[in-house]
Each structure stands twice: as C-alpha cells, then as structure tokens.
C-alpha cells in the first residue's frame, strides 16, 4: 500500500468482514453477541462468527437463529453437526483495490434512497447481483443511472469493516450492458470510499469470470478464494456439541 495508510488499512479484517463491520462500524444493526453476530433480517441475510473454533459456536447460531432457520455462512470449516441441512455451498473470490485502480465521481449517477427501494429490489432481481434486501440500502451509499426515467444500473456499498468499505449491489440491466455503466458506478463508489479514507473491496462468485475480469481490468486484485454455504438450523432443538 505505498499510497495509503497501511496500519488503517489491515487486511487481516478483510479473513473475516462480517463479524469485523458488525462489531465496527456496522455494529449498531448487530443482533447476537460476542460469538455469533447477523444483521436484521431486511438489511442484509449475513451471519457472522468470531470464530469457528469454538465449539459453541453451532448452539450459538442456533440459539441466534432460531428452528428451521436458513442460514448464510461463510468460511465454516466443517459439515454443521446432527440435525443440521445444509442447503448449498458454492466459491467465491475476495478481490481488493491496488494502486492501479483510478476512481473518479460520474456526473449521470444519481444517489438512491428509500423511495427508490421498489426499483432497486426489482433491478436486483432482473439481474441477480447477490443479496439484497429493502434496508440494505441503510449500509452506506448507493447510487443508480436512469434511462427514461427507469433505473437501469446501480451500486453501493455493503459491509463495512473498519478501513475498508465493500462495493457490492453492482447490476446493469441486460439492453444497457456493455456501455461500461457498472464500471462508471464501482469507480464512482471507490471514489466516494476512498474520499473518507477508505480502500474498496469486493466479492463475486468464482464462476463468473467476466466480473472478475472486469474488477481487474479496474484496477482490483484476487485477495483469497472463499467458501460460500446456505444450512437450515434444526427443527426446535439446538445442536447438539
């Protein structure tokens, strides 16, 4: 980091970005306590867990959770214990900003809020960028570009561990790709991001390539590869350790 403070900017939050925002900066939307942590359920569906080594930590999102809950985790170590469903697991990839990427404020982006939330959900769900739900805008900026009135491409920022400020919601849709809208809006974002002192980091699946391709052309680098899992929490009783 020869550009930027490298002690504010400890990647080491970044093993473990959930628990870090909700414990950080994110921590007034913290539901749970000092070992499992997750955001209300219409900001965000992520579950957070300081860490996997503890063995209470299955009762502990259990307990969170409640019976017959689905869950979104990342980095579990291990199969859940009896009782347990998991319901899919995929890969995915943590990509950080270098020195390469140049962000700059785009003129046509328009900030997103509360009354813009119907056609934000309904852009995510044309495109399927990732999870989003009608507060998640609440997690920091999000900006948009309408065509004709009718929001056509977004982003915004998602989890937020201290230094660092995740670029995420990043949809076009399909008869306005390839005009560059959604690198105009992550470069806008960064800008904002790094304008508060920040460095932007970003997720995407494994399998989409292209995304990838795009974040480093930007000037973003693969961090660490992730392991991605959806379980459901047993039905009335918490797991047994």
């Known amino acids: 980091m020869s550009t930027l403070d490298s002690a504010r900017h400890d990647d080491t939050v970044l093993d473990n970005p959930a628990w870090h925002a909700l414990t950080g900066p994110h921590a007034h939307f913290a539901i749970g306590g000092d070992l499992v942590r997750r955001y209300p359920e219409d900001v965000a569906p992520f579950v957070a867990v300081r860490t996997w080594e503890d ?72 495109n399927q960028p990732g999870p989003f739900r009608p507060r998640t805008y609440e ?52 800008y904002h991001i790094r304008l508060r002192g920040d460095r932007a980091l970003m997720h995407a699946a494994a399998g989409n390539v292209n995304a990838i391709a795009a974040y480093e052309k930007l000037g973003f680098v693969v961090r660490k590869h992730t392991v991605f899992s959806a379980v459901r929490t047993p039905e009335g009783v918490l797991a047994d350790r």
């Open 139 to 190: 997690l920091g900026r999000y900006i948009g570009i309408r065509r004709e009135g009718k929001l056509v491409a977004m982003a915004g920022e998602r989890l937020h561990p201290e230094g660092w400020t995740e670029i995420s919601a990043v949809a076009t849709d399909a008869e306005h790709r390839r005009q560059g809208l959604a690198s105009r809006l992550v470069l806008d974002v960064a």
């Open 55 to 126: 063995p209470r930590v299955w009762d502990a999102l259990a307990e969170l959770a409640g019976p017959g809950a689905e869950l979104g985790l990342s980095g579990s170590p291990s199969a859940p214990p009896a009782g347990w469903e998991v319901l899919g697991e995929g890969e995915g990839v943590q990509l950080v900003e270098t020195d390469a990427l140049r962000p700059r404020p785009d003129d046509e982006a328009i900030l997103l809020g509360a009354d813009d939330v119907p056609e934000m959900l309904a852009l995510v769900e044309r």
